[in-house]
């Protein structure tokens, strides 16, 4: 037999399979393939594990940290001046930083005229797997209202202050910007030309403040047509915190602040004729025990409050609202001349007839309240007290309303203190 074909098979053979394994071992020894690094994002400090946290460097005043970069820039864009108005108050921002209740987007609401939001922001730049941690960044943003008894106008100053960093590495706070940007509910209100401002950290450091204005337009006095020109809005602030490294990824909180406005035109029901408040304002009428102007009135509001059983009309499980429920102003004089002759009633049921004692029948809840004694519910009290003290204390319920604001349904609460 012949070997040489069988030689050559085999010799074809063992080529073929040299080639196969070649091609096996190039591509087992190829280049290793590879993966981009997750995308950086902000996100709050208080998610970050702490021992992430801990191997950052020492946090830095950024007005320091911008001190010692070359060329000492403070990377500031837009500048914005904080207009005169009386908005940036000192005690209103000192009382605002003293409560506990001025972090929620609602914040303090002091009175109808002074509102406040006071947030600390601490935030995190890292990869989104967590596998590295770029830098840190804290700050405080404020925002102070201010409201106006005789304007259609509401005046905003917001800043952002404080600003720290922690920088890892080649990132560049510097290049970090923050953005405040005020919305507002559609309606009859002029907003002002701008509603947001977006600068880099040295630009708030070095000018923190800019303010906003919002006005509602009347068309001159038309309450006696029973029209108050009453336009309600929200005004809302959001905060955005941006990187080139991340700039689709940055920390939002889209409701920072919020604050409910109401402009009017009522006319002298409301004391100034037209004006602006915050209805989230809680409003109190305020009464002494000790007070002699009005200590029989102070008194029977505190028994109708406390101890209703001791007033009239009796019966099992009274109450009386004012305390925790609130009272509504009613300015419908018919309707208050009725709540008037029903308390009246119940005084003459009582007590007979008082038209030469002095004496007056106090009723309440007060006849200028929905809640009033002709509401139907019984749920009130009617007593004969000191006519001057009655008298005063009407005066005192009178100037509630006109310094509030208090139109017709408006709450307010009534505070007996000893």
Known sequence: MNSRPIRRLLRGAGTGLCAVLLAVGTIAAGPATTHEPAPLVFVPASTVPAEELARLGPPVPLSKYIAAQPG???????????????????????????????????????????????????????????????GRLWFEVWLLGFAYDGQRRVDYVASVEDIIVQPVGSENPKMWSIDQEFTHLSGPVTAPATQRRSDLLGAWNSNPLWSLTYTSPDNGPLYNQGNDQIVNTTVTMSINVKSPTAPAR?????????????????????????????????????????????????????????????????????????????????????????????????????????????????????????????????????????????????????????????????????????
Request: aromatic fraction near 8%.
């Open 72 to 134: 000492n820039d403070s990377g500031a864009t837009l500048r914005h001046k904080a207009d005169a108005v009386s908005a940036d108050d000192p005690d209103l921002k000192k009382e605002c930083a003293e409560r506990a209740d001025t972090t929620s987007p609602a914040g303090w609401v002091k009175n109808r005229f002074e509102s406040c939001v006071h947030h600390h922001y601490d935030v995190v730049l890292r990869r989104t797997d967590g596998t590295d941690t770029i």
């Open 250 to 418: 940055g920390f939002q909180d889209t409701d920072a602040a919020h604050s409910d406005v109401r402009f009017d035109y009522a006319g002298p029901i409301a004391g100034k004729y037209k004006g602006t408040v915050f209805t989230a304002a809680r409003v109190e009428l305020v009464m002494s025990l000790s007070d002699p102007a009005v200590r029989e009135s102070a008194r029977h509001i505190s028994d109708a409050q406390n101890n209703p059983e001791r007033t009239f009309p009796s019966f099992t499980a009274k109450t009386i609202p004012g305390a925790k429920e609130p009272l509504h102003r009613l300015v419908n004089r018919e309707e208050q001349k009725k709540n008037r002759e029903a308390a009246i009633k119940t005084c003459e049921d009582i007590w007979g007839d008082y038209s030469k004692s002095g004496l007056e029948c106090d009723e309440y809840p007060f006849a200028s309240t929905k809640e009033g004694a002709n509401k139907g519910d019984r749920r009130y009290s009617a007593r004969l007290i000191d006519g001057d003290d009655n008298g005063k204390g009407g005066n005192m319920i009178g100037e509630v309303y006109s310094v509030n604001r208090l139109l017709n349904g408006d709450a307010f609460y009534v505070k007996i203190t000893p």
